[in-house]
């Protein structure tokens, strides 16, 4: 089930994404193209997919949610193209294909990096994508900017670059990964269930316990797949965080416990969605998917 739905739901995105890369002038044909290249060379667009399912959840078609699905990929992308500069990650490669810095050169990096994080409130905004009333908008414009800023994924980079070489207890270490990659999943799930119109602030509620579960899990994964993954499959650099000394959940546990615990969080997740009937399915699914996933 999750293949066909990963398929439609990447496929509905990536139209939605295409039509954001349209540059308005023959002088901003460069910057376009690499904004463009960071966003459309791959990607399993989880976050959107996320998106889409909460919609889904609350009985609404998931096509509500493009605004929102578009928006959390722009952001995402946005942060990997920084992440991946010589001043921070300095790696070479992302999804397969050389990173943006490489393809292109760092100015034009990060001018791209920021013009799809600005993009991004403009897709929520988009009236193209979504009816939503003014104030359904603004809560979403709210959501996704404390998730995205400094006390978000920001601030999440920020504490993982000053801990290197340091030694984190589990505490220490989830709170970093709640920040740099938990605060954007959390807002996939938020920003889906507001495009449906519909959500409770008991729906709100139990979605926002099934996507941080799920939002630590992909963490946990993403470190295991560091050290048993291959270059190759990950289209990453592998053993890139053991290189760096970057503190992760195999160094702090042991690869076994790690697994276990990626485990734990999965069906903490499943469990979140107990009050949704068979319209959250994709939920389910996808947080089996992330745990589950080789690359």
């Known amino acids: ?25 023959p002088q901003l044909a460069r910057l376009y193209e690499a904004m463009r290249y960071s966003v459309m060379n791959g990607g399993k667009r989880v976050r959107p997919l996320l998106a889409y399912a909460a919609c889904q959840a609350l009985g609404c078609p998931p096509e509500h949610a493009n605004g929102a699905a578009c928006a ?10 920084h992440d991946d500069l010589p001043a921070m990650d300095d790696d070479d490669l992302r999804r397969g294909q050389p990173t943006t810095h ?6 034009c990096a990060i001018l791209a990096g920021d013009g799809l994080q600005s993009l991004a409130f403009s897709a929520l ?11 359904t908008r603004l809560q979403m414009v709210s959501d996704l900017a404390l998730a995205a800023g400094p006390a978000g994924m920001v601030g999440g980079q920020a504490i993982d670059l000053g801990s290197v070489g340091i030694k984190l207890d589990q505490n220490a270490l989830e709170y970093m990964h709640r920040h740099k990659t938990g605060a954007l999943i959390e807002a996939s799930v938020q920003l889906g269930a507001l495009a449906s119109g519909r959500a409770q602030p008991s729906d709100l509620q139990a979605l926002k316990v099934y996507a941080r579960a799920i939002g630590l899990a992909f963490q946990v994964q993403d470190d295991i797949l560091d ?3 291959d270059t190759a499959t990950l289209g990453k650099q592998s053993g890139a965080d053991a290189a760096r000394d970057k503190p992760t959940y195999p160094s702090l546990m042991g690869l076994n416990a790690a697994k276990a615990y990626a485990l734990e969080l999965r069906d903490q997740a499943i469990d979140a969605l ?22």
């Open 227 to 229: 050290v048993e993954g």
């Open 274 to 295: 107990r009050p949704f009937d068979a319209a959250a399915e994709p939920l389910r699914e996808l947080a089996r998917y992330i745990v589950e996933r080789r690359h």
């Open 125 to 135: 905004l988009d009236t193209h994508m979504s009816t939503l009333d003014a104030q």
């Open 102 to 107: 490489k393809a292109f050169d760092e100015a």
């Open 1 to 25: 089930m999750i293949d066909a739905y990963q398929a439609s739901s990447q496929a509905r995105v990536n139209a939605a994404l295409e039509r954001l890369f349209v540059a308005p002038s």
């Open 72 to 81: 959390v990929e722009l952001i995402h992308a946005y942060s990997l193209v």
